[in-house]
């Protein structure tokens, strides 16, 4: 922690704590997207994010992956040409 600012890792690690599963960093951006929680960018890879973010936000339930449906395409018939 830095002057009240947690890097990714140890906020994962807080949240992870909090929540009784695990929470990786990927989660943590993903909570950033949907507006979960709010980082701080300081350059192209780094992010920090406020003790008071990481204390109040509410950690989403874990997803199970969806079985992706199988498209069905339509054959194409040749139609033959008769003359």
């Known amino acids: 922690m830095i002057d009240g600012y ?3 890792n140890e906020a994962a ?3 992870t704590e909090r929540a009784g599963r695990n929470v990786t960093m990927d989660d943590l951006r993903q909570m950033r ?3 979960h929680i709010e980082g701080t960018k300081l350059n192209y890879n780094l992010v920090v994010y406020t ?4 204390d109040a936000a509410t950690i989403p339930t874990e ?3 969806q079985v992706k449906r199988k498209k069905h395409r ?3 018939i040749k139609a033959s040409v008769t003359t």
Do not use: M, P
């Open 6 to 8: 947690y890097l990714a």
């Open 51 to 54: 003790q008071e973010q990481i």
């Open 74 to 76: 339509k054959r194409k």
């Open 63 to 65: 997803r199970t992956a």
């Open 13 to 15: 690690q807080k949240l």
């Open 33 to 35: 997207r949907r507006n």
